[in-house]
């Protein structure tokens, strides 16, 4: 009798056990490209340079180059001067603080070159990890004190002033600075050991309230740059993200990650499909029982792949358009996936440290990355040949 106890009880483990393996996301990767390791943003609103410059390691791996550390803090250091001399070329109508977009990152090793993180770490005011609060609210003070104006006519110190208070946080900048034996400035370094051309890159995104395959500045608040992006149907969009992935080539992707359909805890981001209709099981008295939160915990719990909405143009404009979308969050794209299901997804690269069931990754749903990608930055090469005709480049 104590066998056959024994023999059902370990019966009903194996079955329970089959059954939560059944549960849950499972995930066949198709196409993944090599990053470099996983970086913390911490607490600081740099994901714009970590999620840039992830894409600018990933570019040095797919040309063969030696994966190098490139230092985030140097470009949140010119960007957040070059953000405060705009703010007070505008007169304060400007979004001035530590945000950015992904070309920030791009223009910056134009203009100015880049660093590797071992040269500037941008850690020098006594802590550990990135923590931009202090930084973040004294610097929109000091620029509010100067575009008040109150001498009458602004003086001569005021850029000396933010880059003091830039330098004080982050470090001076290095003119000269000597890697693996070798010295280099900035420009350097970018053109010799980083080697790419960032006019080589562009940036695209599909928004309906302006032409389609024409550029134009998108209105978002971290654009502080004013940058161009070429505007594409949204099918047409789509199709450079499996170009560029199943090419070899990464993608940079600006998005917002504020939806409950976001979940880092679970490594998914989707869009449950909360249409009574097309809940499959559920009748309809039950639902109409149910509580709002219970509901929501319906379509929330991430036990299992569930039925997702379907993207439209419209239903993606109307989501920006009424501020459900907005410019949260940078981050890299760095292959595909599909799961138990078939359905698609995508590898995504966050800057939120090697954390989470994936690592320091999570899986984004393409309905996902179709209702909330705010824009993305790739190779020109991705982009097919006909189509940089249409665009003009």
Known sequence: MKKIFLSISALIIMVSFSLA????????????????????????????????????????????????????MYAVKKCYEDKAEKAVRMHGEFNFGGGGALNDPMDVIKKHGIVPEEVY?????????????????????????????????LSTGWKAAIKGVVEAYLGEEPAHFTFKGKKYTPKTFS?????????????????????????????????????????????E????????????????????????????????????????????????????????????????????PIKEKVITQEIRQ????????????????????KDQN???????KNSWGEAGIYKGFFYASEAFVKYKTISIIVHKDVVPKELRTKLGF
């Open 318 to 337: 109307q989501a920006f358009d009424n501020y459900q979308t907005t410019d949260d969050h940078g981050m890299l794209i760095s292959g595909i996936a």
């Open 191 to 235: 053109n010799e050991v980083v080697g790419i051309n960032p006019d080589d890159y562009v940036l695209l995104t599909s928004f309906s309230h302006h032409p389609f395959y024409k550029p134009f500045i998108l209105e978002i608040p971290d654009n502080w740059s004013w940058a161009n992006m070429y505007n594409l149907p949204l099918d």
């Open 21 to 72: 393996q059944e549960d849950g996301y499972k995930f066949t990767v198709e196409k993944e490209i090599k990053t470099s390791p996983v970086r913390d943003q911490y607490r600081s609103g740099t994901c714009w340079s970590f999620a840039g410059l992830a894409f600018v390691e990933a570019e040095m791996i797919r040309l063969g180059k030696e994966v190098v550390d490139l230092a985030e």
């Open 237 to 304: 969009f789509m199709a450079i993200f499996d170009a560029s992935i199943n090419k070899g080539y990464t993608v940079g992707w600006a998005s917002d990650v504020s939806e409950k359909g976001f979940s880092w805890k679970n490594g998914i981001a989707i869009v449950p499909d909360e249409e009574i209709e097309n809940l499959s099981g559920l009748e309809q008295s039950k639902w109409d029982d149910m509580s709002p939160s219970e509901r929501q915990k319906l379509f929330y719990t991430f036990e299992k």
């Open 121 to 153: 770490s941008g850690l020098q005011y006594g802590t550990e990890k990135h923590v931009h609060g202090e930084i973040d609210n004294l610097l929109v003070a000091l620029v509010e004190a100067i575009i008040k104006n109150p001498n009458k006519e």
């Open 342 to 348: 078939g359905t698609k997804y995508y590898i995504v």
